[in-house]
């Protein structure tokens, strides 16, 4: 194991530590999330996304960085993309079970707020199933265009802000790889099952919150 190796572990283990042992961080990090849930969110996904796209760098070259790689440009983009997949998870989280309400499922909304049950289980499978058939393929794709709009200039920050030839870089990509692995394989097999399971808590969390406001 190499020195990067050991000291991203040994942070790691630091941070689950500290929430453990600690309960006003886990108190302190709740707070933060009710409160400012869009700026944590942005900096979640500029923090952990970032971090999985270095370790696959790592994984595939034996180096977290690298020059043109554009560590800090990925973390700006990857904390706006946050922003957006919070906005998705409150649009369907909330309105998901209100569609289904309407075309007759009428427990759709309040089955969420109780315990878990196979009609709970299937909601959420709903929830998850349209926000990645309808949202997730567009971010994916803005994603794959910023990343190579990111390397294709460097990797530096200057290079970020310089204007993305979405149409040249649209054209351009590999279509055969996005459809046939990343739409047909990733969406289906992880992110819909891996989603079902977040919203089967996430939309208590969303309902309290409200509730919470409206007390307020």
Avoid: C
Avoid at 185 to 201: D, N, Q, S, V, Y
Wanted: net charge positive; charged share 10%; hydrophobic share 50%.
């Amino acid at each position: 194991m190499k020195k990067n190796d050991l000291s991203i572990a040994l942070t790691i283990v630091l941070v689950m530590l500290a929430f453990n042992a600690f309960p006003a961080v886990g108190s302190a990090y709740h707070y933060l999330n009710n409160t400012y849930g869009m700026w944590m969110s942005f900096l979640k996904f500029a923090v952990l996304a970032t971090f999985g796209e270095s370790l696959a760098l790592r994984l595939r070259t034996g180096r977290y960085n690298q020059k043109g790689f554009g560590l800090i440009p990925r973390a700006i983009v990857w904390g706006l993309l946050g922003l957006t997949i919070k906005m998705a998870f409150i649009i369907f989280a909330s309105g998901t079970p209100i569609f289904l309400q309407y075309m007759g499922f009428t427990e759709a909304t309040t089955v969420m707020q109780q315990a878990f049950s196979p009609l709970k289980l299937l909601v959420a499978f709903a929830i998850s199933s349209t926000m990645n058939l309808i949202y997730a393929p567009v971010m994916m794709t803005l994603h794959r265009i910023t990343d190579t709009h990111i390397v294709a200039n460097g990797g530096t920050i200057r290079g970020l802000f310089r204007p993305v030839l979405f149409r040249k870089i649209f054209n351009e990509l590999d279509w055969d790889s996005m459809w046939n692995f990343v739409f047909k394989k990733t969406i289906p097999f992880f992110w819909i099952p891996a989603h079902t399971i977040t919203f089967l808590g996430y939309v208590l969390i969303i309902t309290a919150f409200s509730l919470n406001n409206q007390n307020n």
